[in-house]
């Protein structure tokens, strides 16, 4: 059982930058965030094996955010920049205990959420 805590979501202006962080109570294989905007499905934004030697991103954010882990916190950051209104979501960290993939059904422990809004 792997237990996740999610932190650093608030309120930001369009261009601007926030990180959130996910705390893991163990190490699984791979972390992931997703997010979900009001009345959408939740969708993939990024992974990364806990070795850290391999990341993966979904288009609309490459370039933007970063995804990256402290192997002695047991934590894994999203760093977020150049947040734009559609970024607006409650984020969702996860651990996959088997594969890094961007498929929400791979992943088996799920944090409570950490709402981003970003004004225009």
């Known amino acids: 059982q792997v237990q996740l805590a999610e932190s650093g979501g608030g309120l930001v202006q369009a261009g601007g930058s926030l990180r959130l962080s996910c705390a893991a109570s163990?190490?699984?294989?791979?972390m992931g965030w997703f997010r979900q905007a009001p009345g959408k499905e939740r969708e993939f934004v990024a992974a990364?094996?806990?070795?850290?030697?391999?990341?993966y991103s979904e288009d609309s954010v490459k370039g933007r955010f970063t995804i990256s882990r402290d192997n002695a916190k047991n934590t894994v950051y999203l760093q977020m920049n150049s947040l734009k209104h559609e970024d607006t979501a409650v984020y969702y960290c996860?651990?996959?205990?088997?594969?890094?993939?961007?498929?929400?059904?791979?992943?088996?422990?799920w944090g409570q959420g950490t709402q981003v809004t970003v004004s225009s």
């Open positions: 163990g190490r699984p294989y791979a």
């Open positions: 996860a651990a996959a205990r088997v594969r890094m993939t961007d498929f929400r059904g791979d992943y088996d422990y």
């Open positions: 990364i094996r806990w070795s850290g030697l391999s990341t």
